[in-house]
Every structure is written in C-alpha cells, then in structure tokens.
C-alpha cells in the first residue's frame, strides 16, 4: 500500500524558510521521480518541483526557482522541498507525489506565509 506522509509545513513570515519532509513507503522510491505539488485555495493543483530518480536532475515552476531546492534520501525513502524567501504567495497546501502511484496523494502539510 502506497503511503505519502507530507510533515513540516507552519506559519511563518514573508522571507523566512521551511523545509518540508514526505516519507514514503509501498513503492520503490528510488526508481520513481518525485514531485512536490502546492493547492491554494480556490485553485487548482500546480507542480512546483520535480527530482528525477538516483538525483539525476531537478526541475522547478518558474515562480520558485532560485528560492525553492528540492532534494531527496533514498536511504530514508524521502523527499524534501527546501524553501526559502517564503512570500505570500506560497501559501497553499503541498503535497509530494510519485509517479508510479499517480492517483495516490497524501494529506499534505499547510504553508501559511503572512506577516
């Protein structure tokens, strides 16, 4: 059974960081590219970060590159999204994803960014 477990999320201020964890479990991590996807409210679901498998390469939406760093331990079957310079904008909820478990989705974890 496929498991996303999305931790790390809070309520920070503009230009502060966070550093979001998603453990999983029921695939093979190391042989699937992971993403990082964010829903703000009353939109809809928008990829921000994708690692390839074995750290080949990374890709990032253009709103967060330079600020946001994704990075993933295939020891521990995580991923992570690195985030910095938060800006309002940020806020939503992120989720991880696999895409050899498509139409699986974790809770998500809840990144508010306000002063």
């Known amino acids: 059974q496929v498991q996303l477990v999305e931790s790390g999320g809070g309520l920070v201020q503009p230009g502060e960081s966070l550093r979001l964890s998603c453990a999983t479990s029921?695939?093979?991590?190391?042989?699937?590219?992971m993403d990082w996807y964010r829903q703000a409210p009353g939109k809809e679901r928008e990829l921000v970060a994708t690692?390839?498998?074995?750290?080949?390469?990374?890709n990032y939406r253009d709103s967060v590159k330079g600020r946001f760093t994704i990075s993933r331990d295939n020891a521990k079957n995580t991923v992570y999204l690195q985030m910095n310079n938060l800006k309002p904008e940020d806020t939503a909820v992120y989720y991880c994803?696999?895409?050899?478990?498509?139409?699986?989705w974790g809770q998500g974890t809840q990144v508010t960014v306000s002063s």
């Open positions: 690692i390839t498998s074995f750290n080949i390469g990374t």
């Open positions: 994803h696999s895409i050899l478990a498509p139409y699986q």
């Open positions: 029921g695939f093979t991590f190391s042989r699937s590219a």
